[in-house]
């Protein structure tokens, strides 16, 4: 278990999608190192397009995996000399989903849903020094950057959207100036930065200084899928949102009408106990079996 600095009833009530936190200390840096890092990206399968390199932008993939054949079987292969030449002139790697491949990270994911109540998922970034890579930017859910090995440098500030979604473009408003920053320091091995979604971002990496950190990001159901949901799930049911409509004038009471099934059906605690359902369902997270208490 983790020490997170504050409880998890203060932190969704005060910060949880308001304000910036820094939890110093939060990790025990000596759980993780480099050489777990690469047992777990051993596991992982070339070819996805899990793992993305950037140096000057997006490197091709052809550039460190190749296609490789094993008996019958074709697939790919990672180019351990590729690899070492991107990062070590300043170039960085991102593995999605990395808690898919690392049980160190699935837990600290789901210690981080438990403390968030929300779903989360983690995307690993490597870098050894270099300029940074994807500037400043604002991400449309919210992040907790877990340092896991060495340092880097962070600046936040406030959002120019309030509660972005995904489609939103994130550069509709001209990013903030420094002098409009409200963090600018250095995440530590353990450390832990929560930030809330629509916050601009800047992360860049220490000269000649490797570092590991994940970023965890959480997942939040909106009023707008839930709502989503029930017009898809509920209301084809109902022929008034079957009908066809005319392209010639708006039918103002028919629309109505329909609108008042919507209401009357997404205010229902039974819809809603559905949707959890169908919710919780959705978000299973990958299963461990515990072998060793098997066969013992």
Same mark, same amino acid.
């Given at each position: 278990m983790n020490n997170f600095n504050i409880d998890k009833e203060c932190f969704r009530k005060e910060f949880f999608e308001k304000n910036l936190l820094h939890m110093k200390s939060c990790l025990d840096p000596a759980r993780y190192d480099w050489e777990d890092f690469g047992n777990?990206?051993?596991?992982?399968?070339?070819?996805?397009?899990?793992?993305?390199?950037?140096?000057?932008?997006?490197?091709?993939?052809?550039?460190?995996?190749?296609?490789?054949?094993?008996?019958?079987?074709?697939?790919?292969?990672?180019?351990?000399?590729? &690899? /070492?030449?991107? !990062?070590?002139?300043?170039?960085?790697?991102? @593995?999605? *989903?990395?808690?898919?491949?690392?049980?160190?990270?699935?837990?600290?994911?789901?210690?981080?849903?438990?403390?968030?109540?929300?779903?989360?998922?983690?995307?690993?970034?490597?870098?050894?020094?270099?300029?940074?890579?994807?500037?400043?930017?604002?991400?449309?859910?919210?992040? &907790? /950057?877990?340092? !896991?090995?060495?340092?880097?440098?962070?600046? @936040?500030? *406030?959002?120019?959207v309030d509660l972005p979604l995904s489609t939103q473009n994130g550069f509709a408003?001209?990013?903030?100036?420094?002098?409009?920053?409200?963090?600018?320091?250095?995440?530590?091995?353990?450390?832990?930065l929560y930030i809330p979604r629509g916050w601009w971002h800047a992360v860049n990496p220490l000269a000649d200084q490797p570092s590991l950190h994940i970023a965890v990001g959480i997942h939040t159901p909106k009023v707008l899928d839930y709502l989503k949901w029930v017009l898809i799930h509920k209301m084809s049911a109902n022929k008034e949102f079957r009908e066809t409509m005319a392209l010639t004038r708006l039918d103002a009471g028919s629309m109505a009408q329909a609108c008042e099934l919507l209401t009357s059906s997404s205010t229902?605690?039974?819809?809603?106990?559905?949707?959890?359902?169908?919710?919780?369902?959705?978000?299973?997270?990958?299963?461990?079996?515990?072998?060793?208490?098997i066969f013992k």
């Open positions: 777990d990206f051993f596991s992982i399968e070339p070819g996805l397009g899990t793992v993305r390199l950037y140096r000057d932008g997006r490197v091709d993939r052809q550039v460190y995996q190749h296609a490789a054949q094993n008996n019958e079987e074709v697939g790919f292969k990672f180019d351990e000399a590729s &690899f /070492a030449n991107i !990062l070590n002139n300043g170039g960085s790697m991102v @593995v999605n *989903r990395f808690e898919k491949s690392s049980r160190y990270v699935a837990a600290l994911c789901r210690e981080l849903s438990d403390y968030s109540g929300h779903a989360t998922v983690g995307n690993a970034y490597a870098t050894k020094g270099g300029t940074g890579t994807f500037g400043k930017h604002w991400d449309s859910h919210c992040v &907790f /950057a877990v340092q !896991l090995i060495g340092k880097k440098h962070w600046t @936040v500030f *406030r959002p120019t408003k001209a990013p903030p100036t420094d002098t409009e920053m409200v963090f600018d320091g250095i995440l530590e091995a353990g450390d832990v229902s605690s039974e819809t809603f106990e559905e949707y959890l359902n169908a919710l919780n369902i959705s978000l299973s997270e990958k299963p461990y079996i515990d072998f060793d208490s």
